[in-house]
């Protein structure tokens, strides 16, 4: 993982944009879903038997890109331009533009809806494929959020899992208590893991859920592994300095 937290931050810094500590956060997470449990090929990303993963919380796109990246849908070298006037790779994921991005994500609670709406779509098609899709904590606030947790429980949604990125950041402004019990209380069946445990992840992210949808609320650290980003709201949306470049780099490595 730190290799990718290296290729991460080196392209915020190049760009000078990009959320490293929200991408830092759940890149074990993605790691898992796109390593062993997605079922679908870098090759034919548009096969309609895929699983799906919606990035809600789109401003974390770096993990997301790194992670495709590693996994062949698009060259390595397209990372690198990360930022750039004409990369197809923005601060926030296109649908339209980035081979394996299923939904343009950015604005906050917009892709828990939409993940609900095609979990949906695809059980009235008979369509096996499973929809997995990952929100902040802070980003539940929103109400849509609530909305479509009450919807996917009414629908009995066993095809859609919520992992929900619990990394503290929005305590400051509101406390979201106990995450998982909400959900519990909306219907869902709902189970919470150390998000930087990568067998924790799966084993959650796995457990059979016949007839509820699941939620799976991951404990994670905001820039987990770099000391100086690890909840420090001062690195939301800060790139590094030459010279802080050189030290994050030496940490990770």
Request: charged share 20%; net charge negative; glycine share 8%.
């Amino acid at each position: 993982m730190n290799k990718l937290k290296c290729t991460i931050v080196e392209a915020a810094a190049r760009a000078k944009e990009g959320h490293i500590p929200s991408a830092f956060s759940i890149l074990d997470i993605l790691w898992v879903l796109y390593d062993r449990v997605l079922r679908i090929d870098p090759k034919n990303p548009h096969d309609p038997g895929r699983d799906r993963f919606i990035l809600s919380k789109g401003h974390a796109s770096l993990a997301l890109y790194t992670v495709l990246a590693e996994k062949g849908f698009f060259s390595k070298d397209t990372f690198d331009t990360f930022g750039s006037f004409d990369s197809i790779l923005g601060g926030h994921p296109d649908r339209n533009k980035v081979p394996g991005v299923e939904a343009s994500t950015g604005s906050l609670g917009h892709g828990f809806p939409m993940a609900v709406g095609t979990a949906l779509g695809l059980r009235i098609q008979s369509n096996p494929a499973r929809v997995f899709v990952l929100i902040g904590d802070g980003e539940a606030n929103e109400g849509t959020v609530w909305e479509s947790a009450l919807l996917a429980a009414h629908h009995q949604l066993s095809n859609l899992c919520c992992i929900v990125d619990y990394n503290h950041s929005t305590d400051r402004a509101l406390d979201m208590g106990d995450i998982a019990e909400k959900f519990e209380s909306f219907g869902w069946k709902t189970s919470c893991v150390d998000g930087h445990d990568q067998e924790a992840v799966y084993a959650a992210v796995t457990q059979p859920h016949e007839t509820k949808p699941l939620a799976v609320i991951a404990n994670t650290i905001k820039g987990y592994g770099v000391k100086r980003m690890e909840s420090n709201p001062a690195w939301h949306h800060a790139f590094p300095t030459d010279e802080e470049l050189v030290e994050i780099l030496s940490e990770l490595s």
